[in-house]
């Protein structure tokens, strides 16, 4: 099972960020042989065109992020992928507290009350902050 993050690079030090919304870095856990891997957002999905479907074949089950915009949220269970709230800015503890089932679930209120999307969504009638 592999678990994706939205990554931001601070000077030399990457950190998890706020949500993929204008993010160009995910890092990518590999729970079974505890590998991580770099890797552009640009190139998630642009294969097959298909985010969900790309995200199934390359084995990522789970999304951790500090804030997700609730229609993220939506799509991302809509397509079988567990979501969770970050803990911290920090990549490792993030990844340790997942693999210790230490990491709360995000939920529709928690991304209504902390969503990062940039503009106005018809679809949940807010208007939100990036």
Same mark, same amino acid.
């Given at each position: 099972?592999? &678990?994706?993050?939205?990554?931001?690079?601070?000077?030399?030090?990457?950190?998890?960020?706020?949500?993929?919304?204008?993010?160009?870095?995910?890092? &990518?856990?590999?729970?079974?042989?505890?590998?991580?891997?770099?890797?552009?957002?640009?190139?998630?999905?642009?294969?097959?065109?298909?985010?969900? #479907?790309?995200?199934?074949?390359?084995?990522?089950?789970?999304?951790?992020?500090?804030?997700?915009? @609730?229609?993220?949220?939506?799509?991302?269970?809509?397509?079988?992928?567990?979501?969770?709230?970050?803990?911290? #800015?920090?990549?490792?503890?993030? &990844? @340790? @507290?997942?693999?210790?089932?230490?990491?709360?679930?995000?939920?529709? &209120?928690?991304?209504?009350?902390?969503?990062?999307?940039?503009?106005?969504?018809?679809?949940?009638?807010?208007?939100?902050?990036?």
């Amino acid at each position: 099972m592999k &678990i994706i993050l939205p990554v931001i690079e601070n000077g030399f030090q990457k950190q998890v960020a706020r949500s993929f919304h204008n993010t160009e870095l995910a890092c &990518i856990y590999n729970c079974t042989n505890q590998t991580v891997e770099w890797v552009s957002t640009k190139d998630v999905g642009a294969k097959s065109g298909d985010l969900a #479907e790309e995200l199934r074949c390359i084995g990522i089950r789970a999304v951790i992020s500090t804030q997700m915009p @609730l229609m993220a949220l939506g799509f991302f269970v809509e397509s079988g992928l567990s979501v969770y709230r970050a803990a911290s #800015e920090s990549i490792e503890e993030n &990844i @340790l @507290l997942f693999t210790a089932n230490q990491l709360e679930p995000m939920t529709p &209120i928690l991304a209504s009350v902390s969503s990062a999307c940039s503009g106005s969504c018809s679809a949940c009638k807010t208007t939100c902050n990036s």
